[in-house]
């Protein structure tokens, strides 16, 4: 029986679609200010300075979600969970707890990161700044992560989004392009450093923000203990996952910084991160969606659940289909906006572009898999894939360099996505592919 009336579910997805749009609108400009602040120090620095940037900065996005452990995922799945059960201290105690690990890991691995390039200093006499600079931006990403889940779990897409995409990607285009013009060329560990510089001053804004608006932001310690014995293993999963997926984004550019040339990791870091623009709505609408679809799967409405994933696959499908079509016209003019030769800059654009487009297809599959509990399935399915393909990436990339690597990165992306899309419509309940639109009316409600 019908227990979901439609002008419910028309009223779901009109709160949904509006929210995503004020995401997307955020993140349109998001992407502008950052392909401008990539093109600016592309084009100011030279390009196997602009290679150490890249590779600094790919290697403290992978330690910065490995800072998280996994708890800016985990946050979006307990807060809605726990509101929805009326157990808010829980929340509350998630949420402090979370940001207490994210802390703590933080401080770690930065650590960590200033060890090792010490003792690389010692060993080798290739540049290591870059790595030191590393090790300060690793803390500032975590937070900026972690925040930004905390503040669009209670709802507040603007605060949770606007500093860090905004007003920090304007800032630091901004303070490159002032340097720039009375003569200062920023060397790649520099770079990093006034990354670390302007984000810290973004979170420091953000916190206020918060702070002033009545959202919970707090970083506590008295429930950790608590929290960790009991939930713990899923933190662990979440930790995984997410390193999994960022470096799925981020260890194509380390390989073939290391066994190629930190030029040619400029050239595929930009492909990369180009290509990346057709996942942007699809992104702006999971930045929305992660909290109702856990609050609606856990409240057993199981309708809501299914409408709001086909509205996130559809949404986010159309705009990289359009965006693709873009890069196959205008592919070569894109990428010769970062100057240089850019050899097969173009080429590499459109092979990884197809990766992503068959990601948009599959729709919000890791979001539902992390949000109904089933974080360890998602861990295991993704990672065989993705790991499966980074170990052949190392003889790929000796025998067919950067081409290679991203043959095989779009391989193993479509034989991932497919596989959890599955799992996701056979075991959850939900399929988050571009059919689950057909699929709203015949999904049947659930006791909580």
């Known amino acids: 029986m019908d227990h979901t009336p439609r002008s419910e579910l028309k009223a779901l997805l009109r709160s949904g679609l509006s929210k995503s749009l004020v995401s997307l609108l955020i993140k349109v400009a998001t992407a502008g200010l950052t392909y401008a602040m990539y093109v600016i ?60 690990i994210t802390l703590i890991a933080g401080l770690v691995i930065s650590a960590g990161v200033v060890a090792v390039a010490a003792i690389a200093g010692l ?21 900026a992560e972690y925040w930004s889940s905390v503040l669009r779990a209670q709802g507040s897409v603007w605060t949770g989004l606007a500093p860090r995409d905004l007003i920090w990607r304007l800032v630091l285009p901004l303070a ?31 916190f206020g923000l918060a702070r002033r608006r009545r959202y919970d932001i707090a970083i506590g310690f008295d429930t950790l203990k608590a929290y960790w014995a009991e ?6 999963s979440f930790f995984l996952g997410t390193v999994l997926d960022s470096a799925a984004l981020n260890m194509d550019t380390i390989f073939v910084g290391l ?3 930190p030029a040619v990791a400029g050239t595929y870091f930009n492909a990369f991160r180009t290509a990346g623009l057709l996942t942007l709505f699809m992104f702006a609408i999971t930045l929305v969606v992660a909290p109702m679809v856990s609050r609606h799967y856990h409240a057993g409405e199981m309708k809501k659940a299914q409408a709001i994933t086909a509205l996130c696959a559809w949404a986010g499908f ?16 894109v990428m010769g906006l970062f100057g240089g030769s850019h050899e097969q800059g173009a080429l590499l654009l459109v092979i990884l572009s197809i990766g992503l487009l068959f990601d948009a297809a599959t729709g919000p599959s890791r979001i539902v898999m992390m949000m109904t509990g089933h974080e360890r399935a998602y861990v295991r399915i993704f990672g065989v894939a993705i790991l499966i393909g980074m170990v052949v990436q190392v003889p790929v ?6 081409l290679g690597v991203a043959i095989v990165n779009t391989l193993a992306r479509i034989a991932a996505q497919l596989a959890i899309a599955w799992y996701s419509h056979r075991r959850i309940g939900l399929d988050t592919t571009l059919l689950g639109a057909f699929l709203v009316g015949s999904r049947v409600d659930r006791a909580a």
Not at 318 to 333: I, K, P, R, T, Y
Not at 397 to 402: H, L, N, Q, S
Request: proline share 3%.
């Open 176 to 206: 490159v392009l002032a340097l720039w013009g009375v003569g200062v060329m920023l060397s790649g560990w520099v770079a990093l450093l006034l990354t670390a510089a302007t984000l810290a001053l973004a979170l420091a804004l953000q």
């Open 318 to 333: 159309l705009f990289s289909l359009v965006v693709f079509a873009g890069f196959l016209v205008f592919g070569d003019q």
């Open 123 to 143: 060993m080798t006499r290739d540049p290591v700044a870059h790595l030191f600079a590393a090790a300060a931006l690793v803390l500032p990403l975590a937070f």
């Open 397 to 402: 990339i000796m025998a067919y360099g950067a």
């Open 259 to 261: 066994l190629v040339a």
């Open 41 to 100: 120090l592309s084009r100011s620095m030279g390009a196997d300075e602009y290679g150490y940037f890249a590779f600094g900065l790919s290697l403290a996005t992978i330690l910065a979600i490995g800072a998280n452990f996994g708890q800016q995922t985990a946050i979006l799945r307990y807060w809605p969970e726990d509101m929805v059960a009326g157990r808010p201290d829980r929340a509350r105690s998630a949420l402090r707890s979370g940001g207490a």
């Open 231 to 236: 939930r713990g293993a899923a933190g662990r």
